[in-house]
């Protein structure tokens, strides 16, 4: 599902719709993201008691709603914002003791409660400092068919990715099922980390494994979905779409649960953290974790109903459950505007199934589940710019959106982007020719507004760059620097004052190659409010036009960037005969000497180890030192690479470190 953060009565309503559609597919288990009910990441919101109290408050409202809609019946586990009642306030500890939970709601209430074990504090993590580390392995017990039952294990995003924890705790409980509510952003090449990661965890815990994740964007991160259902022996169940929400259903064979030492009834939690006792197990990671054990009443008039209601049912014998993780379509807050569902099932009739075994003995074999097309490299990452630059425009309120366009090739490919984020009618572009602008700039800005049909205008900006010059008096400069910074402010100033008179985001159109090396203007080519391009490489800004370019020729639509923008040598036309590589090395060797230094972070010692020629790592090294105040004067924009500038990367401005050659 698509949260926006804040929004706790949007949020709900998407979790009781599509708890209803699961339910209506047979549903016993439904699963959400981390923090579903919130919006992740929540950041200073955690620390703000108001909120942290309405977070639970509407868990609890939710939970009594699914009672009263007649879906009492289906287990919903769903992330949401809680706090750890008794814990004296101290230095260190986040104030109010907030937790990254995750509840269970079944008949009408909050069940049982848990919180992440384990706080990420890297790259764009800083869970330290709003989050206290949760200490319960919550194992829920669910009524299937023949009167049996299944445990359910529950934890939380980053206790997959460290070792010991809930998933070493999963075992020893000996829950069949672990199910994992997730908010991980994407970095290019991550799903097949994430995979590997699930198979492995999945084998470790001797359970199946269900990982959630969330979908949109957030400020600068962008959350793929991509959710993953793995058996216990690490075999790929089902896997749902990246970038889109989408309803899985899938069918799992699992062993009856035996026993009932530790079980209690479902009395509510009263939407806080759980904090009965129950079994000690070693966590091994140097703490201990409890298992916290409820077995929850079968409800069967419930599902009967809400079977009923829904398209489809879940066939099958012995101990048999449906499990979905869900989520609604893309477009408007809350549940207006639904996409079309996305619904495979386990049918009879020889379609594509859901079914997925457990692997022990005595049942079915495992078979092909529900899997979405994978999107290759490329695709994925323009997919990630197109989602956060529509979520971004659209959860901030704006309708509309606003660029330069040069004609160049960095704002065409932004322009493109705006177009399929949003639809081209709601992109406006200025086209603002100065005496140092080619023919060939107008003509290929033209070629795009017709290819693509965007609101266009022109302003020719040199009588108003002569005002400022006159202005300014017979000392500035006619040329050199400060004469080329003042053309690109005074488009700057343009783009913001048609921003305020008539409402649109301005949209920058610096790649991460320009901004990395402060080959930006200050005020000027860096003024607006969002950067779809700001994490691209130059190299990556032509391979991805390119790509753009040949999916509409396969479909038998106009590509929609001029070929004449990417082939022609890259300039910002703020003097006579400019082109980049005056000023800059050829990109194809500064990204990759980029790449090492940002991205992997190498000394220059190591970068010259690395292959790269001394004199440039000495050069580029102090351009992109020397450049860090105007990168955190820089808006936002999605982030696609391990590193970004903002989240991920934070060097001191004021610093007299400076890399030495060897």
């Given at each position: ?24 597919r047979g549903a016993r288990v439904v699963v959400f993201p981390e923090m579903a009910l919130t919006g992740y ?622």
């Open positions: 599902m698509n949260t926006t953060v804040g929004d706790l009565a949007g949020n709900a309503e998407i979790i009781v719709e599509w708890t209803r559609r699961a339910a209506g990441p929540v950041e200073d919101l955690a620390l703000r008691t108001s909120f942290v109290e309405a977070s639970i408050a509407t868990l609890r409202d939710v939970a009594e709603r699914l009672g009263v809609e007649g879906l009492g019946g289906v287990a919903v586990v769903v992330g949401y914002l809680d706090r750890r009642a008794g814990l004296a306030a101290r230095t260190g500890v986040p104030a109010g003791a907030p937790l990254d939970a995750a509840a269970v709601l079944h008949g009408g209430r909050v069940v049982i409660t848990s919180a992440k074990h384990h706080l990420p504090n890297y790259g764009v993590f800083d869970e330290y400092r709003y989050f206290v580390p949760g200490d319960t392995l919550p194992v829920f017990r669910v009524p299937v068919a023949g009167g049996e039952a299944v445990d359910i294990a529950v934890a939380i995003c980053e206790d997959l990715w460290q070792d010991g924890g809930p998933v070493a705790v999963c075992r020893q409980a000996g829950a069949p099922l672990l199910v994992v509510p997730n908010a991980s952003p994407y970095e290019r090449g991550k799903d097949d980390v994430r995979l590997e990661l699930c198979r492995r965890r999945a084998r470790e815990a001797g359970a199946a494994l269900a990982y959630c994740n969330l979908v949109g964007g957030q400020d600068e991160l962008v959350f793929d979905g991509d959710s993953i259902l793995v058996s216990a022996g690490g075999d790929l169940l089902a896997r749902g779409p990246q970038f889109e929400e989408a309803l899985i259903v899938a069918d799992l064979y699992l062993p009856a649960a035996a026993g009932s030492r530790g079980y209690g009834g479902s009395s509510p939690r009263e939407g806080t953290a759980s904090e009965t006792s129950g079994e000690v197990a070693d966590a091994g990671d140097g703490t201990v974790i409890t298992i916290e054990r409820v077995s929850l009443p079968d409800i069967p008039e419930a599902l009967d109903a809400a079977a009923a209601s829904g398209a489809g049912t879940v066939s099958g014998t012995g101990s048999e459950l449906g499990a979905s993780a869900s989520g609604p379509g893309s477009s408007g807050p809350g549940v207006a505007g639904l996409g079309p569902e996305k619904v495979i099932i386990t049918d009879a009739a020889g379609e594509q199934t859901g079914q997925g075994g457990y692997g022990g003995a005595g049942s079915p074999p495992v078979q092909g589940g529900p899997f979405w097309p994978r999107l290759d490299d490329l695709a994925e990452v323009y997919a990630a710019l197109v989602l956060g630059t529509a979520d971004y425009v659209r959860k901030n309120g704006f309708r509309s959106v606003i660029l330069a366009l040069s004609g160049g090739i960095d704002s065409a490919l932004t322009a493109t982007i705006a177009a399929d984020a949003i639809g081209p009618e709601n992109v406006h572009v200025v086209l603002m020719p100065s005496r140092w602008s080619s023919g060939h700039s107008v003509t290929d800005a033209e070629d795009l507004v017709k290819r693509q049909g965007v609101n266009a205008r022109t302003i020719a900006i040199q009588d108003i760059v002569d005002a400022f010059r006159a202005g300014l008096g017979e000392g500035f400069p006619a040329a050199g620097l400060p004469a080329e910074n003042l053309q690109s402010r005074v488009r700057g100033v343009i783009d913001m004052a048609l921003s305020n008179a008539e409402g649109h985001l301005v949209l920058t159109t610096g790649n991460k190659s320009e901004i990395a090396t402060g080959y930006s203007t200050l005020y000027g080519d860096s003024a607006g409010g969002f950067g779809p391009i700001k994490d691209v490489l130059k190299t990556l800004v032509w391979d991805l036009s390119r790509w753009r370019n040949e999916q509409a020729e396969r479909t038998g639509a106009t590509p929609p960037i001029p070929p004449n923008s990417i082939t022609k040598p890259p300039s910002a036309e703020l003097a006579p005969g400019q082109l980049d590589t005056d000023s800059l090395p050829e990109y194809e060797v500064l990204d990759a000497l980029l790449d090492d230094y940002v991205e992997k972070d190498l000394g220059s010692a190591a970068l010259i180890a690395a292959g790269h020629d001394p004199a440039l790592v000495a050069r580029v090294i102090r351009l992109v030192d020397l450049a860090e105040y105007k990168r955190r004067q820089y808006p936002p924009g999605p982030k696609i690479t391990v590193k970004n500038f903002g989240r991920d990367r934070r060097l001191p401005i004021t610093s007299r470190w400076r890399e030495t050659l060897p």
